[in-house]
């Protein structure tokens, strides 16, 4: 099992630019996450999906857009990225209690310019 | 809002050395708490999972205990190795499948 993948694991972008960062699991995981680590912030969670087609917001949820078409996949989109949008983001996955432990992905790290 | 606060920020200790790190929470009401191990520029490794019913929660040299009560979590880490240096996180989740972390503690484990 290749647990959670991330891609890709660096970019640059510059102000206004849009990108997508792609998380996968193989371990038929009904919740997957998005959170973003910041020095003195803390991890916080984006976005999160509870199952194939469902999403909700997280804590900072503004800037971002996020899609789960695949049960295995969950997409984070940054439609026109700005400068507090450098940070690093890891996606994490769980069963559907919770109950259950989070995996965490080895996250990407991204620099809006 | 829950809070997560990990004492101390910072710690630096010599190999061998029996360690605690801990964890305070400000609501009570969680499904259960969970210890993460990061390493620079890595993603997060869970270590420990307690449930909101247990007291604690033993893997190896680690044990991690849960007095939800008081808001308080411990990570107790035995005969600590180079190795071990890392940053802890602790995370309590509530409801809406949400994890609230610390900001953890950077952990030097010195040869």
């Known amino acids: 099992n290749a647990g959670v993948t991330q891609t890709p694991k660096f970019r640059v972008l510059k102000t206004g630019q849009s990108m997508t960062l792609l998380c996968a699991q193989d371990m038929n995981h009904e919740y997957m996450y998005w959170y973003r680590q910041d020095p003195g912030m803390g991890l916080r969670l984006i976005h999160y999906s509870v199952g194939e087609g469902t999403t909700a917001k997280g804590e900072v949820p503004d800037g971002y857009n996020v899609s789960r078409l695949k049960k295995q996949n969950f997409l984070l989109g940054l439609e026109s990225a700005a400068p507090s949008q450098t940070s690093v983001y890891f996606c994490a996955s769980s069963y559907a209690l919770e109950s259950y432990e989070q995996y965490f992905g080895p996250g990407t790290r991204l620099t809006v310019t | 809002k829950q809070e997560v606060t990990q004492i101390p920020a910072a710690l630096s200790v010599p190999e061998g050395e029996n360690l605690v790190l801990n964890c305070s929470f400000t609501d009570s009401a969680i499904y259960n708490l969970q210890w993460f191990r990061q390493d620079p520029g890595k993603g997060l490794t869970s270590l420990l999972l307690?449930?909101?019913?247990?007291r604690e929660q033993t893997s190896g040299r680690l044990n991690a205990s849960l007095d939800k009560s008081s808001g308080r979590s411990t990570l107790y880490i035995a005969a600590s190795q180079p190795g071990d240096s890392a940053t802890y996180l602790c995370a309590v989740r509530r409801g809406g499948s949400r994890l609230t972390f610390g900001e953890g503690t950077q952990l030097t484990v010195n040869p």
């Open positions: 307690i449930q909101s019913s247990q």
